[in-house]
C-alpha cells in the first residue's frame, strides 16, 4: 500500500492523494465533474488543499451572486458543490492541523447557508449531548413531512457529515429521512467538540436516536448505514440498540487494526486521540466484533467491492452472521465502499431501507 511520501517528493504525494480521493469519490461526495477533473489533472507543483479551495470559492462566488438574483435552485446546487469542494480540501490533511480546522468550518458553513436557502429539502444541524461535549449531525427530511422512518448514517476515518448528503437526499426521495452523524472523532464532533472514538462510540448512536424521537416523535424502528471504518460502528450501534431494523454495511473489518501505511495510521492516531499504533491497537480491539457472542435484530445488508485494496470479502462476511436476517451485494468490479458504482450502490442501499423500514 502507500508508503511514506515526504513533503519533498510532490510528485508522490499527488499519486497518494489520488489514490486517497480519485474522481470516483469526488463525485460521489457531490463534486461538479469539471471541478473533479481539475482537481484531479492540477499541477503537482500546485498544493492540493489550494486547488480544492480556489474551486469552492468559485463554487460559492456563484452561489452568492445566484442567492441575490432571487435563483435559490442554483445557490443551493453551487453551495453543495463548495461543500464537496472543501471537503476534499481538508481531507489533504490526516491530522487537526490549523488549516485543516479552517477548512473544516468553512465547508459548514457552505453547507449550512444551502440548508438555509433550500426549499424542498429541510437540512437541520443537530447538536446531541454526549459525554461531556457534544456530536454535530444534521437532520435531513424532505419539507413538509410527516415524522418518517429515520437512516443514520456514519462515515469512517476520512469522509464525515455532508460527504454523505446524496445518500440523505436519495433516502429523502423515498419518503425516509437521514441523520448525517459526526460520530466521536470524525468531523466537527472531534475538531470542535473534543471528542474520539472509543469502546462506548454505541452510546453516540443512541443519542442519535433519542434526539430524533424528540425531535419528530416517531417512534418505530430505525436505520443505520455506515461507510468503510464506520460500517463497523453502524454494525455496533445496531448490535446494541434495538430500535435499529435494518443496518447496511458498506466496505468495513469486523476486527479493525492499524495498517501498514502512512495516511491510515495518521487519521487512526487522530480519530482515536492517541500517540502511537500500539495504543491505537489497543482502542481498535474495543470495537472488535465476534457473532459468536454478538447478535443483532436487525436485518443486515453488506457491500463488497471486488477491487476494494482495504476489505477483502472474508472479512465483511463476518458482519453477515450478526444477524438472522443478512444479505450481501457485490459488485465484482467495485472499488472501495463502490465510489465507482455510487449511483447504483445508494439506490439499491436506499430502496433497501425502504423495504425494511416501511415509508411516510
Known amino acids: 500500500m502507500d508508503a511514506p511520501v515526504s513533503a519533498e517528493d510532490p510528485a508522490k504525494l499527488r499519486a497518494a492523494l489520488l489514490r486517497a480521493m480519485p474522481m470516483s469519490r469526488m463525485l460521489d461526495y457531490g463534486m461538479d465533474h469539471g471541478d473533479a477533473v481539475h482537481l484531479a489533472n492540477a499541477a503537482v507543483s500546485e498544493p492540493w488543499h489550494e486547488v480544492a479551495t480556489r474551486l469552492a470559492e468559485t463554487q460559492l462566488t456563484r452561489a452568492e451572486a445566484a442567492a441575490d438574483r432571487g435563483d435559490v435552485e442554483t445557490a443551493v446546487a453551487c453551495y453543495r458543490r463548495a461543500t464537496a469542494s472543501l471537503i476534499f480540501a481538508q481531507m489533504a490533511f490526516n491530522t487537526d492541523h490549523p488549516v485543516k480546522r479552517a477548512l473544516y468550518v468553512r465547508l459548514t458553513r457552505a453547507y449550512q447557508a444551502a440548508a438555509e436557502l433550500d426549499t424542498e429539502l429541510r437540512v437541520e444541524r443537530l447538536s446531541i449531548p454526549f459525554r461531556q461535549s457534544h456530536c454535530t449531525a444534521w437532520f435531513v427530511s424532505r419539507s413538509g413531512d410527516r415524522p418518517a422512518p429515520t437512516v443514520v448514517i456514519v462515515g469512517g476515518q476520512s469522509g464525515w457529515g455532508p460527504a454523505f448528503h446524496q445518500q440523505a437526499e436519495a433516502l429523502a426521495r423515498r419518503g425516509l429521512s437521514a441523520v448525517l452523524l459526526e460520530a466521536p472523532g470524525q468531523g466537527d464532533t472531534r ?70 501505511f502512512r495516511t491510515a495510521r495518521e487519521q487512526s492516531r487522530a480519530l482515536l486521540g492517541v500517540d502511537t499504533d500500539d495504543e491505537a491497537a489497543a482502542v481498535f480491539r474495543t ?25 477483502s470479502l472474508d472479512q465483511q462476511k463476518v458482519f453477515l452472521d450478526l444477524s438472522a436476517h443478512p444479505t450481501l451485494r457485490v459488485w465484482d468490479d467495485g472499488d472501495h465502499t463502490m465510489y465507482n458504482h455510487s449511483a447504483e450502490r445508494t439506490e439499491f442501499v436506499c430502496d433497501w431501507f425502504r423495504a425494511q423500514l416501511g415509508r411516510a
Do not use: I
Request: glycine letters at 14%; one cysteine or more.
Open 191 to 260: 475538531m470542535a467538540g473534543g471528542l474520539h472514538l472509543d469502546g462506548n462510540v454505541d452510546r453516540a448512536f443512541s443519542a442519535a436516536l433519542d434526539a430524533v424521537r424528540a425531535r419528530t416523535g416517531y417512534g418505530g424502528r430505525y436505520g443505520v448505514w455506515g461507510n468503510s471504518f464506520g460500517g463497523l460502528l453502524a454494525a455496533r450501534a445496531a448490535v446494541h440498540d434495538s430500535r435499529f431494523g435494518a443496518c447496511c454495511v458498506n466496505g468495513a473489518t469486523a476486527k479493525p487494526e492499524p495498517l501498514p
Open 287 to 311: 470495537l472488535w466484533l465476534d457473532p459468536a457472542v454478538e447478535r443483532t435484530s436487525a436485518a443486515m445488508l453488506v457491500l463488497h467491492g471486488g477491487n476494494d485494496p482495504l476489505v
